[in-house]
Protein backbone atom coordinates (compact mmCIF):
# COMPACT_ATOMS: atom_id res chain seq x y z
CA UNK A 1 0.00 0.00 0.00
CA UNK A 2 1.17 3.38 -0.54
CA UNK A 3 1.81 5.63 1.95
CA UNK A 4 -1.18 8.07 1.27
CA UNK A 5 -3.68 4.76 1.21
CA UNK A 6 -2.35 3.82 4.49
CA UNK A 7 -3.18 7.81 5.81
CA UNK A 8 -6.60 7.12 4.94
CA UNK A 9 -6.43 4.49 7.98
CA UNK A 10 -4.70 6.64 10.53
CA UNK A 11 -6.83 7.66 13.28
CA UNK A 12 -8.33 11.21 13.31
CA UNK A 13 -8.23 13.03 16.31
CA UNK A 14 -12.24 13.03 16.58
CA UNK A 15 -12.20 8.86 16.47
CA UNK A 16 -9.53 8.87 19.01
CA UNK A 17 -10.99 10.97 20.90
CA UNK A 18 -14.80 9.01 20.35
CA UNK A 19 -12.70 5.48 21.04
CA UNK A 20 -11.59 7.44 24.88
CA UNK A 21 -14.59 8.65 25.38
CA UNK A 22 -16.27 5.20 24.92
CA UNK A 23 -13.54 3.46 26.92
CA UNK A 24 -14.00 5.59 29.86
CA UNK A 25 -18.05 4.97 29.68
CA UNK A 26 -19.22 2.17 32.59
CA UNK A 27 -20.31 -1.29 31.54
CA UNK A 28 -24.51 -0.47 31.97
CA UNK A 29 -23.55 2.80 29.97
CA UNK A 30 -21.97 1.02 27.01
CA UNK A 31 -24.71 -1.84 27.02
CA UNK A 32 -27.28 1.40 26.92
CA UNK A 33 -25.07 2.72 23.61
CA UNK A 34 -24.71 -0.23 22.00
CA UNK A 35 -28.19 -1.46 22.53
CA UNK A 36 -29.27 1.89 20.44
CA UNK A 37 -27.42 1.26 17.67
CA UNK A 38 -28.75 -0.24 14.11
CA UNK A 39 -29.41 -4.33 14.08
CA UNK A 40 -26.33 -4.95 11.49
CA UNK A 41 -24.35 -3.02 13.73
CA UNK A 42 -25.52 -5.51 16.90
CA UNK A 43 -24.87 -7.92 14.91
CA UNK A 44 -21.68 -7.15 14.03
CA UNK A 45 -20.55 -6.61 17.96
CA UNK A 46 -21.99 -10.09 18.33
CA UNK A 47 -20.12 -11.94 16.06
CA UNK A 48 -16.55 -9.75 16.75
CA UNK A 49 -17.10 -10.42 20.65
CA UNK A 50 -17.73 -14.33 19.82
CA UNK A 51 -14.38 -14.46 17.64
CA UNK A 52 -12.63 -12.32 20.50
CA UNK A 53 -13.61 -14.93 23.07
CA UNK A 54 -10.56 -16.51 24.54
CA UNK A 55 -8.26 -14.45 22.17
CA UNK A 56 -8.45 -11.03 24.37
CA UNK A 57 -9.29 -10.11 27.79
CA UNK A 58 -12.92 -8.11 27.61
CA UNK A 59 -14.34 -9.28 24.26
CA UNK A 60 -17.06 -7.14 24.17
CA UNK A 61 -15.48 -4.28 24.99
CA UNK A 62 -12.92 -5.09 21.66
CA UNK A 63 -15.87 -5.72 19.18
CA UNK A 64 -17.31 -2.64 20.51
CA UNK A 65 -14.34 -0.56 19.59
CA UNK A 66 -13.53 -2.83 16.05
CA UNK A 67 -17.44 -1.66 14.82
CA UNK A 68 -16.84 1.43 16.27
CA UNK A 69 -13.80 1.72 13.59
CA UNK A 70 -15.39 0.01 11.25
CA UNK A 71 -18.00 2.05 10.74
CA UNK A 72 -15.93 5.50 11.28
CA UNK A 73 -13.67 4.15 7.56
CA UNK A 74 -16.48 2.44 6.19
CA UNK A 75 -20.08 4.15 7.21
CA UNK A 76 -22.18 5.76 4.80
CA UNK A 77 -20.38 3.52 1.61
CA UNK A 78 -22.13 0.36 -0.02
CA UNK A 79 -19.18 -2.01 0.14
CA UNK A 80 -18.95 -5.67 -1.52
CA UNK A 81 -18.35 -8.24 0.90
CA UNK A 82 -18.37 -11.87 -0.62
CA UNK A 83 -20.07 -14.49 0.33
CA UNK A 84 -18.71 -17.74 1.88
CA UNK A 85 -18.27 -19.39 -1.53
CA UNK A 86 -16.79 -16.63 -3.31
CA UNK A 87 -14.46 -15.83 -0.64
CA UNK A 88 -13.71 -19.81 -0.05
CA UNK A 89 -12.66 -19.50 -3.92
CA UNK A 90 -10.47 -16.84 -3.81
CA UNK A 91 -8.45 -18.47 -0.58
CA UNK A 92 -8.17 -21.43 -2.57
CA UNK A 93 -6.98 -19.92 -5.28
CA UNK A 94 -4.33 -17.80 -2.80
CA UNK A 95 -3.84 -21.28 -1.44
CA UNK A 96 -2.85 -22.73 -4.92
CA UNK A 97 -0.67 -19.95 -5.83
CA UNK A 98 1.60 -20.28 -3.12
CA UNK A 99 1.76 -24.08 -3.08
CA UNK A 100 3.21 -23.51 -6.85
CA UNK A 101 5.58 -21.14 -5.53
CA UNK A 102 6.88 -23.41 -2.42
CA UNK A 103 6.89 -26.08 -5.30
CA UNK A 104 4.01 -28.40 -5.57
CA UNK A 105 3.40 -29.66 -9.17
CA UNK A 106 0.53 -28.91 -11.02
CA UNK A 107 -0.58 -32.57 -10.61
CA UNK A 108 -0.60 -32.67 -7.29
CA UNK A 109 -2.76 -29.71 -6.98
CA UNK A 110 -5.11 -30.72 -9.39
CA UNK A 111 -5.82 -34.12 -7.59
CA UNK A 112 -5.47 -31.83 -4.19
CA UNK A 113 -8.52 -29.17 -5.00
CA UNK A 114 -9.82 -31.52 -7.81
CA UNK A 115 -9.00 -29.20 -10.54
CA UNK A 116 -8.76 -29.83 -13.98
CA UNK A 117 -4.64 -28.70 -15.16
CA UNK A 118 -6.13 -25.75 -17.09
CA UNK A 119 -8.49 -24.31 -14.39
CA UNK A 120 -5.14 -24.44 -12.24
CA UNK A 121 -2.68 -22.79 -14.72
CA UNK A 122 -5.30 -20.76 -15.06
CA UNK A 123 -5.61 -19.49 -11.20
CA UNK A 124 -1.79 -19.80 -11.02
CA UNK A 125 -2.04 -17.19 -14.22
CA UNK A 126 -4.39 -14.74 -12.58
CA UNK A 127 -2.69 -14.90 -8.96
CA UNK A 128 0.77 -14.01 -10.77
CA UNK A 129 -1.18 -10.74 -12.22
CA UNK A 130 -2.65 -9.88 -9.54
CA UNK A 131 0.22 -9.93 -7.27
CA UNK A 132 2.63 -8.50 -9.98
CA UNK A 133 -0.47 -5.44 -9.98
CA UNK A 134 -0.23 -5.29 -5.98
CA UNK A 135 3.92 -5.19 -6.31
CA UNK A 136 4.86 -2.84 -9.24
CA UNK A 137 3.17 0.49 -10.04
CA UNK A 138 1.21 0.63 -12.83
CA UNK A 139 2.99 3.64 -14.89
CA UNK A 140 0.26 3.71 -17.56
Same mark, same amino acid.
Given at each position: ? @? ?16 ? +???? @???? %??? /? ?16 ? %? ?11 ? &? ?11 ? !? !? ?22 ? &??? !?? !?????? %????? +? ?7 ? /??? +? ?12
Amino acid at each position: M @SEQQLDAFAQSEDLQQLL +TELD @SLKP %EAR /KEIFNRLPAMLQSLVALF %ESELKGAVKNPEQ &HAQRLVVELANYF !G !GIQTYIPRNDRLKTMLRNIAIYNA &HNR !GA !GIRALT %EEHRL +TEVQVYTII /KEQ +TLAERARRQINLF
